[in-house]
């Protein structure tokens, strides 16, 4: 049966926690004896509906490691623009090529994309959720204060944003507590929350999410797709931003995570995103290792 990955519960719990091993050994040897040549002769297609510097390099740079070739799609290239739809789109493809990495708006497009693809689909990013930041984020964590179980981590700025809602979904599944600190309209959707149960809870304060954190996040005010709001979201969000003084109510060795880009003044302080406690570098670069582990997964 083809496998795919639209949201991080496409994994099994163990299934993420061997992932996370798999990059972080892969890591140690990236071009090394770990990796194989799985892509050989095969070819992943990257259809991206929105910008990406990130995603689109990582996932490019995983499939030469891996042997295969790529092919990308931006929004103006393929017929997708011109009104061909998803079903057909996702039909050609899988004929073609052995893998579909799709960033787009509303997840639907992702769901409708799966249920025509022969191959495996990959979520790059949709207006719900970015699954592969995730990936990347946890093997951070597991790095460098080891397994996340048990921690807690702390969200602050927009509940709502795709990456947020992606770590209500990873709270479940290993087991740790997330508090998401947001203003009243910018909370994880409700049924995601509800979902998740004792490991989610939600305040309009954010020192209140932070206090003792092992762990703080946040991303952007105005994500791709908001730029229309982008005023209102400023005003609204002004009081979250994470700086040093927030940084000092969590935990003394807290790590700050950030998916990037961002955008220093707005949701985190120039100085929190440069100093000791800051590891968004490395998740950055994890974002190969991550994904060449979930291709090994989706692929094998
Ligand atoms: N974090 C992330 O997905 O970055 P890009 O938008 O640059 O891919
Ligand atoms: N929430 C951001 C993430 C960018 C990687 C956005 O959707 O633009």
Redesign the pocket.
């Known amino acids: 049966m083809t496998r795919h990955f639209l949201t991080l519960k496409d994994l099994s719990p163990s299934e993420l926690i061997a992932l996370i091993h798999r990059a972080i050994a892969l890591k140690q040897d990236p071009m090394g004896s770990q990796t194989t040549d799985l892509l050989h002769l095969r070819t992943m297609v990257l259809i991206f509906e929105k910008?990406?510097?990130?995603?689109?390099i990582s996932f490019e740079v995983a499939c030469a490691h891996l042997g295969g070739s790529s092919v990308f799609l931006s929004p103006t290239d393929s017929q997708m623009s011109r009104g061909e739809s998803i079903s057909d789109t996702a039909r050609i493809v899988s004929r073609m090529a052995d893998l579909i990495v799709m960033r787009t708006g509303e997840h639907s497009r992702l769901s409708t994309m799966a249920e025509h693809s022969a191959v495996p689909v990959i979520n790059a990013?949709s207006q719900d959720f970015?699954p592969c930041?995730l990936l990347a984020d946890l093997q951070t964590f597991f790095e460098h204060r080891g397994d996340i179980q048990g921690a807690c981590v702390a969200f602050v700025g927009d509940g709502s944003s795709n990456v947020c809602q992606s770590w209500v979904n990873a709270a479940t599944m290993m087991n740790f507590e997330l508090r998401v600190g947001a203003p009243g309209g910018y909370h994880p959707r409700a049924e995601l929350v509800s979902s998740a149960g004792k490991h989610c809870s939600l305040t309009t304060r954010p020192q209140d999410a932070v206090a003792g954190a092992d762990l703080v996040l946040t991303d952007t005010w105005a994500g791709m797709g908001q730029e229309a709001e982008k005023a209102q979201r400023l005003d609204a969000l002004a009081d979250f931003q994470v700086n040093e003084d927030l940084m000092a109510t969590a935990s003394p060795d807290a790590l700050f995570m950030h998916?990037?880009?961002a955008y220093r003044g707005q949701e985190v302080s120039a100085e929190v995103l440069e100093g000791p406690q800051s590891v968004v570098w490395d998740e950055a670069e994890n974002r190969l290792h991550a994904q060449k582990a979930l291709i090994e997964l989706l692929m094998a």
């Open positions: 910008s990406s510097t990130r995603t689109r990013l970015h930041q998916c990037l880009p």
